[in-house]
Structure formats: structure tokens, C-alpha cells
């Protein structure tokens, strides 16, 4: 495995903040919200960072609305206030938000931009998400809008338009039409990538602020690899 560099309140790579909002570009490898690993998670992270910015005394107030998978990298928005927090929940759950993924995918796919309708059903114990073409038990639509914006040198780059946010679903969405995302080995890829990431990167984030009301457009660079800095050149 390669050196996996994790977030910490020294090197937290802020993309935006106001009294209400903040919003971090998470390194691949960082986790959102702790788990079984026992992991310092973002959270946490972030919570740390603005302590020691602000001089706060006590406990930081933070609230989660979101997620990215751990092999995931890109914005992941926070709620500093108890007001922001709930009407954020509800922008993501009424899919007031858009987000745009950027995705390194070893096969080209069979057309340059389409729109892929799936039912995935999650499999708790393997922490892993199923796509089926018609409606099974327990399964949820899935639905997202891609198109082809670049090829590279072994790989194809997909800019990628998320309609629902389901567990798994842009990696489990590709693998099923045969495009299985770089480095990701649970859902198909052929080999890792040495820091463990995978080549899924959430680049856009736009929605009305929950308190201001104004429309805020966040981006969040690439991380720092040849195959990412590939796509820009």
C-alpha cells in the first residue's frame, strides 16, 4: 500500500465556511462519521479545526447531512449550527442538491452519455450494493445522468450527474454496465490502487444555502495523483 495521507486539523482542506456551513474536500481514506475501525473520523476532524480556530472553549457543534464512501474523495458539506442542520437534511433528502462526480473508469462505455436505471439492493454483510435491471425485494431506484468527457491515456474520464443517493451507487451503477471504477476491487476492478482509493471524486456541490437562501456553488480540486492530473492537462 502506498503512504495514505488522512485528514487532520492542520492539513483539513476547507473549500468553504460561514457562521452556518462548512465545507471540506475529504481525502481519500478519510470517514465521514466514525465506525467499527475506530478511526478518527471528518467530524471529528473538523469539529478539532474549528475549535482551535475560533479559541472555543467546550464542544463544537456539528452536524452531519451527508456522506462520501471512505475510498472517496470530495466535498462533503457540515452544518456549524443546530438551525442550518435540519433544513440541510431536508435539501439532500428532497434532492434539492446537485452533485457532480468525476469517475476514472478502466472500459469505455457503450455510449458517450446516457442516463442508467437501476434497483440496488444492499447486502449489509457485505457492505456492498447490487444492481438489477427490473424491481426485486428490498431494492431502491437508483438513477444517475453520465457522459464521456475525456480519454485518457488507459483510462476513460465520466462526469458523472447523481439523481438519488443510494449506498454504493455510482460504483455499483458503472460496474453494472461493465465500467467498473478504478482502483474499486468490490465492484470490479482488476487491481487496487496502492493508498487504497478508489478514481470517484466529488467535484460539484450546488444548492440554495438552508439560511441565507442564495445559491451556493462549491468545487473541490482533484486530488493530487498522474492519473487525476491527467484529466486537466
Request: net charge positive; proline share 5%; hydrophobic share 35%.
Amino acid at each position: 500500500m502506498g503512504t495514505k495521507i488522512v485528514s487532520n486539523p492542520g492539513n483539513l482542506q476547507v473549500v468553504y465556511e460561514d457562521n452556518h456551513l462548512i465545507a471540506i474536500n475529504k481525502r481519500p481514506g478519510d470517514i465521514v462519521q466514525g465506525d467499527k475501525t475506530g478511526d478518527v473520523p471528518l467530524s471529528v476532524v473538523t469539529q478539532q479545526y474549528l475549535r482551535a480556530k475560533y479559541s472555543k472553549p467546550g464542544n463544537v457543534y456539528l452536524g452531519v447531512a451527508h456522506r462520501l464512501d471512505r475510498p472517496t474523495s470530495g466535498l462533503v458539506l457540515f452544518a456549524k449550527t443546530s438551525k442550518a442542520l435540519p433544513r440541510l437534511n431536508r435539501i439532500f433528502a428532497e434532492k434539492e442538491a446537485q452533485k457532480v462526480y468525476w469517475a476514472i473508469v478502466k472500459n469505455r462505455p457503450e455510449k458517450e452519455s446516457g442516463v442508467l436505471v437501476h434497483w440496488l439492493k444492499r447486502n449489509p454483510k457485505q457492505n456492498k450494493s447490487y444492481a438489477h435491471i427490473k424491481e426485486v425485494p428490498d431494492s431502491k431506484k437508483a438513477i444517475l445522468e453520465y457522459r464521456l468527457l475525456k480519454k485518457l491515456d488507459n483510462y476513460f474520464l465520466l462526469e458523472i450527474d447523481l439523481k438519488t443517493g443510494r449506498h454504493h451507487q455510482i460504483r455499483a451503477q458503472l460496474a453494472a454496465i461493465g465500467c467498473p471504477i478504478k482502483g474499486d476491487l468490490k465492484y470490479g476492478s482488476d487491481r487496487s490502487n496502492r493508498d487504497g482509493s478508489i478514481h470517484l471524486h466529488a467535484k460539484r456541490l450546488s444548492l440554495v444555502h438552508p439560511v441565507k437562501k442564495e445559491v451556493l456553488e462549491l468545487t473541490a480540486e482533484l486530488p493530487q495523483d498522474a492519473v487525476w492530473e491527467a484529466c486537466t492537462q
